[in-house]
T-cell receptor, first 113, second 112 residues
Framework: AQKVTQAQTEISVVEKEDVTLDCVYE???????LFWYKQPPSGELVFLIR??????QNEISGRYSWNFQKSTSSFNFTITASQVVDSAVYFC??????????FGPGTSLSVIP | ETGVTQTPRHLVMGMTNKKSLKCEQH?????MYWYKQSAKKPLELMFV???????ENNSVPSRFSPECPNSSHLFLHLHTLQPEDSALYLC???????????FGQGTRLTVV
């Protein structure tokens, strides 16, 4: 069975603080994909990153960085120097094929000016 | 026009009404999806179409009926819905090689 856990339901930070969103996954498949999406108040989910199970390199994109660790089945997301525009719900997702993707429950991030 | 477009953005319907949600993608993808997002619940995959063939139906009640006439269009036909069906309905599209999905802005449905 596959599962995605985002233990943090809601997080509030003050602008310019760093924040890490946790994601822990479970799967028995050896080939899988991990994703992060952002859902701003407008409703649409915006794709942020995809990582496949064979690529454990961490990635940095501007103020965003991702830490993938297979040993702990985690794929955490860090926002550096947070901004008010980062306020949104963030979803971690796990997929073993295009038609088998499950989403975590999401973490609601509020960045306070 | 690019991306994934959903219409209408908001819909209020009575329990005896029949309505349809429309989704259109201009990304050249060959897989399309309907998701349901209810308050305080994880995103639920309802239907998956690949090359216009339905490949997944996660035990969705028959009052929801999808239609995929071509690879760019996806509909969700609604009839005799219940108040608990009120939710945000999201359409998405992707390739079929483990690629990321691109989502529309959703239809906020309220059943009264």
């Amino acid at each position: 069975a596959q599962k995605v856990t985002q233990a943090q339901t809601e997080i509030s930070v003050v602008e310019k603080e760093d924040v890490t969103l946790d994601c822990v996954y479970e799967t028995r498949d050896t080939t899988y994909y991990l994703f992060w999406y952002k859902q701003p108040p407008s409703g649409e989910l915006v794709f942020l990153i995809r990582r496949n199970s064979f690529d454990e390199q961490n990635e940095i994109s501007g103020r965003y960085s991702w830490n993938f660790q297979k040993s702990t089945s985690s794929f955490n997301f860090t926002i550096t120097a947070s901004q008010v525009v980062d306020s949104a719900v963030y979803f971690c997702a796990l997929g073993t094929s295009y038609d088998k993707v499950i989403f975590g429950p999401g973490t609601s991030l509020s960045v306070i000016p | 026009e690019t991306g994934v477009t959903q219409t209408p953005r908001h819909l209020v319907m009575g329990m005896t009404n029949k309505k349809s949600l429309k989704c259109e993608q201009h990304l050249g993808h060959n897989a399309m999806y309907w998701y349901k997002q209810s308050a305080k619940k994880p995103l639920e995959l309802m239907f998956v179409y690949s090359l216009e063939e339905r490949v997944e139906n996660n035990s969705v009640p028959s009052r929801f009926s999808p239609e995929c006439p071509n690879s760019s269009h996806l509909f969700l036909h609604l009839h005799t819905l219940q108040p608990e069906d009120s939710a945000l309905y999201l359409c998405a599209s992707s390739g079929t090689e483990g690629t990321e999905a691109f989502f529309g802005q959703g239809t906020r449905l309220t059943v009264v």
